[in-house]
């Protein structure tokens, strides 16, 4: 008897036929049992067109545009729905447990002149319960209904805004394991407030 030697889908296939299993789910919630790490899928979505929202709730038909009130940024106090471009930046937001973080969370990076992301996340230490971690879930968003905003500076950044009720086209349950800078989150923000 003759076996064919069959090699595994590389991480950009199975990721492509991930994608096209979640077009046709009923439910909008992505199986997801790959051995890659699930930031790498998000990141695959960004390259498709998306944009990601997380969130700690799990059960949001439409995200409706909320005031955000962060008055440190120019894009920072619209009534919008707000979407990011970066594969790491939604994990943050989406397994904060916001009954054990009261104050204040910061997340943001530099980029070197090689093009590295840097990261850095931090939450205010003096108000949060030990462990302020739950499971979330990441949003998949159409892209086309949003519009990029700009920082301080006039320059375009990974945030994206839509002043309308928006529809995800998918979401991805995640839990804190899945967020890799967990253990180098900062606490106290009051004590860190360089950037």
């Known amino acids: 008897m003759h076996f064919e030697h069959l090699t595994p889908h590389s991480e950009q296939e199975q990721f492509t036929l991930l ?7 009923p439910s909008g919630f992505i199986e997801y049992r790959l051995g890659f790490p699930k930031y790498r899928f998000l990141a695959y979505l960004l390259e498709q067109g998306y944009l990601l929202h997380g969130s ?33 930046l939604p ?14 969370t910061r997340s943001g990076y530099n980029i070197d002149e090689n093009g590295v992301k840097t990261y850095r996340f ?12 739950k499971n979330g879930v990441i949003y998949v968003l ?25 529809a995800p086209v998918a979401r991805l349950r995640v839990t804190p394991e899945d967020f890799p ?15």
């Open 56 to 88: 700690s709730v799990e059960d949001v038909e439409t995200l409706e545009p909320r005031q955000v009130n962060d008055a440190s940024k120019k894009s920072g106090n619209q009534v919008a729905v707000y979407a990011v471009s970066d594969p790491i």
């Open 181 to 195: 800078y967990l253990e180098e989150v900062k606490s106290d923000i009051s004590t860190h407030n360089s950037y």
């Open 122 to 133: 931090q939450i205010d230490g003096k108000r949060s319960e030990k462990d302020p971690w």
């Open 19 to 25: 994608l096209a299993k979640v077009k046709n789910s």
């Open 142 to 166: 159409p892209k086309e209904k949003f519009t990029q905003s700009v920082n301080d500076d006039g320059e375009l950044t990974d945030e994206w805004v839509s002043p309308v009720l928006i």
């Open 91 to 104: 994990l943050f937001y989406a397994i904060k447990d916001r009954k054990k973080l009261l104050g204040m």
